[in-house]
């Protein structure tokens, strides 16, 4: 976790710098940036006490706002914004933070616990990811995920009804 803590803070300049083109090299940037955050994320899930500084750092380096301008630039890459919503419904909703495991393939249920313990800086998470996406007019990004027809995009149709009814939900 402790090279997790040195690179979250430049995650949000990443993010900042992957708005510089949209020619392949930017591409592959953004979505091994995206990628790598997805990867956090899950690990995150995994142990949330432990991981309740990484959560933090990303709502304070404001590493989420960041990300937004990626849909808006990169709007017309079909397969960025695929990786998008994956990459923010592990955060939305980390207890089943897998996106490539939903619960009723997931072993242990042991987190849960944990989930509680740390469940005031997570609502912040949610909140922050829904307040950004209300920003960036999330409606638009999810009924052009939604209304592809090609085989590779039921995950992240999974994952649009994820960060849907995450939003949805009532905060406690």
């Not at 309740?52 to 709502?59: A, E, G, L, R, T």
Request: glycine share 4%; with cysteine; aromatic share 12%.
């Amino acid at each position: 976790m402790v090279y997790v803590r040195s690179f979250v803070p430049l995650m949000p300049l990443l993010a900042k710098c992957s708005l510089g083109g949209t020619d392949n090299a930017y591409q592959s940037f953004v979505v091994n940036l995206l990628r790598t955050a997805g990867i956090f994320a899950n690990n995150a899930s995994a142990n949330h006490i432990r991981s309740f500084s990484f959560y933090k750092d990303v709502v304070e380096k404001r590493f989420i706002q960041e990300c937004m301008q990626i849909t808006k630039y990169y709007y017309e890459h079909v397969h960025v914004l695929k990786l998008f919503v994956q990459v923010f419904s592990a955060f939305m909703h980390p207890v089943y933070g897998d996106i490539e495991c939903f619960p009723w393939q997931r072993e242990s249920i042991a987190g849960i616990q944990e989930f509680k313990e740390c469940a005031t800086m997570l609502e912040c998470v949610r909140q922050t990811i829904i307040n950004s996406l209300m920003e960036a007019n999330c409606g638009e990004l999810f009924e052009k995920i939604l209304a592809l027809e090609d085989e590779s995009s039921l995950l992240p149709k999974i994952s649009v009804s994820r960060i849907t009814l995450q939003a949805i939900r009532q905060s406690k």
